[in-house]
């Protein structure tokens, strides 16, 4: 058994035993596609959303995963102090499709924000809403309640 | 790879330069430097955050997060040559608040990891099935001795293999570390995973 020096410089086998780990680092945990773009949309999006309540994404619930159709689909909880936004992502005949559902139950604008433009619809009594045929890519929800009252909420950027 | 080393812009300029480039532009209504800057930042903060311990879902979030409360804060950071150094700071301290929320009560005693000595107590980043990517022999060895190696080591090592030209004063952010401890403790970690390597037969040198 050997030992190395620490106070010694870096030598060739040490530059390699780096670059080598470096390689394996990306291909155990690899940034993700997009998140640099992502993030970039979370910036242009920041000044329009100043006033928001930043809502944090909850561990993905146990009861989305209930049978073979959801295996494409994606349960994403985001939760802050005035709401909890539940949203199931799938596959749709022209992109994706988002079930979404507001708790406490009350009516809201939701609109999707992507880079290309937005998409605006209202949840019901029930605080549940249907937006369909969404293009894949990045984007970000915000939730205003219909009655003016309290804070705009927004999600992070997703990846649809 | 990034837009800097495919474009060769790198030149003689560091990312701390790179950032604080940026921050000037972006203060005078200029973006495309920091377009730059956050491709280029992001794999960085990235490796920050999951060297934490923070879960690969909630590891986008944070990395997200802490871009948004930059452009929140730009009016306040004084130095443009402290911007990387706020960036790691933030990315730090955001996944370790991270880590605590999920982790529940159990971790509400513990303090921020610059407030003890005690580097060890960090949350080591899990293995996880992800090693299971690993196909060829040679990774998944390097990466099961890296595994052993403390917490610590591995943050360093992780950023400074994941980085191009990490310089002393970076990792120093991100570990918490006094920047005269960085060239001796990644000596000290290089050392170690070689020592490790040597002790494992099946590993051969190339």
């Known amino acids: 058994m050997s030992e190395y020096s620490p106070d010694e410089v870096m030598d060739a086998r040490d530059r390699e035993l780096l670059t080598h780990l470096g390689r394996v680092v990306q291909q155990v945990d690899p940034v993700p596609d997009g998140l640099a773009e992502r993030s970039l949309f979370a910036l242009t999006l920041a000044d329009l959303q100043a006033e928001m309540v930043e809502l944090v994404r909850m561990e993905t619930p146990e009861l989305a995963l209930r049978g073979e159709e959801t295996v494409t689909a994606r349960t994403i909880t985001f939760t802050a102090d005035p709401c909890t936004v539940m949203i199931t992502v799938s596959p749709g005949e022209a992109g994706v499709r988002i079930d979404g559902w507001v708790a406490p139950a009350m009516r809201c604008t939701v609109d999707v924000l992507r880079p290309e433009g937005e998409v605006r619809t209202e949840s019901d009594d029930e605080g549940c809403f249907v937006i369909e045929d969404l293009p894949r890519g990045p984007a970000s929800l915000v939730l205003r309640r219909t009655d003016g009252t309290g804070p705009a909420v927004s999600t992070p950027v997703i990846e649809l | 790879m990034n837009r800097q080393a495919m474009t060769g812009h790198t030149g003689d300029t560091t990312l701390g330069d790179r950032a604080a480039l940026a921050l000037l532009a972006y203060r005078e209504g200029r973006t495309a430097p920091l377009e730059d800057f956050v491709h280029e930042a992001t794999p960085l903060l990235w490796h920050v955050v999951r060297g934490q311990g923070v879960p690969r879902e909630d590891a986008e979030d944070v990395v997200q997060g802490v871009w948004l409360s930059f452009v929140r804060h730009t009016g306040t950071i004084r130095e443009p040559e402290a911007l990387l150094a706020w960036l790691l700071v933030s990315a730090r301290r955001a996944a370790w608040l991270a880590v605590r929320r999920q982790r529940g009560d159990q971790a509400h ?3 921020l990891p610059d407030d003890t000595d005690e580097a060890g107590e960090l949350p080591s980043p899990s293995p996880g099935p992800e ?27 992780r950023f400074v293999a994941s980085a191009d030209r990490p310089d002393y004063r970076a990792i120093a952010e991100v ?20 020592t490790l390597l040597d002790q494992d037969e099946r590993w051969e040198w190339a």
């Open chain 2, 109 to 111: 005693t513990r303090e």
């Open chain 2, 131 to 157: 090693a299971e990517v690993l196909t060829h022999d040679r990774d998944s060895r390097l990466w099961q001795v890296f595994l052993r190696l403390p917490a610590r080591c591995q943050q360093i090592l």
């Open chain 2, 175 to 194: 570990t918490g570390m006094k920047v005269t401890a960085v060239g001796v403790t990644r000596g000290r970690c290089l050392a170690k995973l070689r």
